[in-house]
């Protein structure tokens, strides 16, 4: 585990390459991209999901009223609370242990819901990080947000998240056009990976019967390319 800077701000978080499927996610490109576009307005009740180092909901407790912050990795979020306390943010973020929505309280609701979900393909057979393992396709924990995401915003609520995406599942983020008729629907692009290339990210991260592999023998595994997306679905309410 090592501290990292961001902002004038101090977090724990465990190496890239750390060799702990537990790990905590490390501070990169991404959570730092996140952090410095949170759509976080004066007394929002915010929804950090999959909050790994904390690193989402510390910034948003900055502007918010309150900061929920959820992670079912129960070592990342003892260690997303030591960052509260680092940085003086623990008054208003409530961590809570759990599988996404199923912490939330009957009519809790939120004015915004973000998310850095795990995201990685994972091959079978095998698996990676907490923090990465998005199952066969990468997509499995981000379809399961985006179907019951609705049920836990607020009137004028919403909702950001960034992920890896292979070519064909784009339909789960065109969808949301339709979901959300009274939303501006953002999607910026970072960058995109061939099969090949996303292979040669992945394979070093990947573990069997918790031991990490070093050189795992995989054929035919990923077969498209890889989109690096940032998505806002923004109500007027976060647009002014």
Known sequence: MRLYYYKCKKFLADE?????????????????????????KPQDKVLDLCTGSGILAIFSA???KKV??????????????????????????????????EVIKKGEKF???????????VPPGFSTYLHS?????????????????????NKNGSFQFISWIPESKLKIIEGLESK??????????????SPSKMFVRLRKRLFKNNKKIKSP????WLKEKYLFLFVECLSSHHLD
């Open 111 to 121: 004015d915004l819901i973000v998310i850095n979900p795990p995201f990685e393909p």
């Open 180 to 193: 959300f008729p009274k939303h501006s629907l953002k999607i910026h692009q970072f960058h995109s990976l």
């Open 217 to 220: 023998k995989i054929k035919n």
């Open 16 to 40: 890239p390459n750390s060799n702990k499927k537990e790990a905590v996610f490390p501070i990169c490109f991404e959570n730092k991209f996140f952090a410095s576009h949170l759509a976080v």
């Open 133 to 153: 393992n998005g199952g066969k396709e990468g997509t499995k924990v981000l379809k399961k947000f985006l179907k019951i995401v609705k049920f836990y915003l």
């Open 68 to 101: 929920v912050a959820v992670d079912f990795n129960p070592r990342a979020l003892e260690v997303a609370k030591i960052n509260a306390q680092i940085n003086k943010e623990v008054s208003k973020i409530d961590f809570r242990k759990g599988d996404l929505f």
């Open 62 to 64: 900055q502007k918010a």
